[in-house]
């Protein structure tokens, strides 16, 4: 466990609007080493929520924290395997002793496996169920035991649009999954949502880390065929999760539980035969190959 302090208040940053100030709100956040998960502790921090910054990559979210820091919040990381459950109860016995409350959860880490559906192994099927499944079950039941107890709080599951629409490409254990948590989302805003526990889920279309810069380099038309199917003409980045986890963890979504919300340029919003208003890479190249040709 490292924690991380700074003797200044966020207040001296910026000025919050009250309906989304979090000043003295803990928040757990997975995945915090990097991408959607760095973006939505720093929104957070700016916000004035004290973090719990959770990664197997403890040094990649103690840079996180160091970040937060300058916020004037609390930041404490804890090197944990999502995909555990022992390991995620320990998790939370810490926050209960290090804060005594957990008022959001940014549920986003998991990994997931592609391969073809003929050729898929049932142990890696197990293992990205394990991931992106029973990990974030397991998370969202011990965050919300918690905030039933209080009576209060807010949970945000990253799901992904491979859980609406099939993506093909190796991705049927990873679709198989998210479609579960989605409605593992839905499920658990029924039951809880009375009491005072609203859960939702933010669905991604193709935002750019490493791994998704690794095979657009091993595939230089990649990135062209993503950008046929998003209107808006670009990928997603990390911080286009900023104002929607800030959003689903204050009080100005009190009245927003059991949503399911694409985070994709306008995706999913599109016929498979439109025509979206900008022109690709890949189509763009097309054209101007056929017109040298000419």
Not at 36 to 56: P, Y
Not at 111 to 119: T, V
Not at 191 to 210: D, K, M
Not at 226 to 249: H, S, T, V, Y
Request: glycine content about 10%; proline content about 3%.
């Amino acid at each position: 466990m490292v924690g991380i302090t700074k003797n200044r208040t966020y207040t001296e940053h910026i000025m919050i609007p009250s309906m989304f100030d979090l000043k003295d709100r803990v928040a757990v956040v997975s995945g915090a080493a990097q991408g959607l998960g760095q973006a939505t502790a720093l929104a957070l921090a700016q916000a004035g929520c004290n973090l719990v910054l959770v990664d197997r990559n403890l040094a990649g979210a103690q840079r996180t924290a160091a970040q937060a820091i300058d916020y004037g919040v609390r930041s404490i990381c804890r090197e944990t395997n999502v995909s555990d459950p022992g390991a995620i109860a320990e998790l939370f016995d810490h926050v209960d002793r290090d804060f005594g409350r957990v008022d959001f959860l940014g549920n986003i880490a998991g990994d997931g496996i592609l391969a073809k559906p003929e050729e898929l192994q049932v142990e890696q099927l197990q293992q990205v169920l394990s991931n992106l499944v029973i990990g974030r079950f397991c998370m969202c039941q011990q965050a919300g035991k918690r905030m039933l107890a209080q009576g209060s709080g807010s949970i945000m599951n990253i799901g992904s649009l491979a859980s609406t629409t099939a993506l093909g490409r190796g991705h049927i254990a990873y679709s198989m999954a998210m479609g579960a948590v989605v409605q593992m989302t839905r499920e658990l805003s029924t039951e809880w949502s009375h009491r005072g526990v609203r859960v939702n889920a933010v669905l991604p279309a193709q935002v750019v880390n490493p791994s998704l810069e690794a095979r657009m380099a091993q595939d230089p038309t990649l990135e062209g065929r993503f950008l046929e199917g998003i209107p808006i003409g670009r990928l997603g980045q990390p911080k286009d999760i900023m104002g929607i986890a800030l959003l689903l963890a204050s009080d100005a979504s009190e009245w927003i539980t059991g949503a399911i919300i694409p985070m994709d340029g306008g995706n999913l919003a599109m016929n498979a035969g439109g025509t979206p208003g900008h022109q690709s890479a890949l189509q763009q190249s097309f054209r101007a190959e056929t017109q040298n040709q000419q």
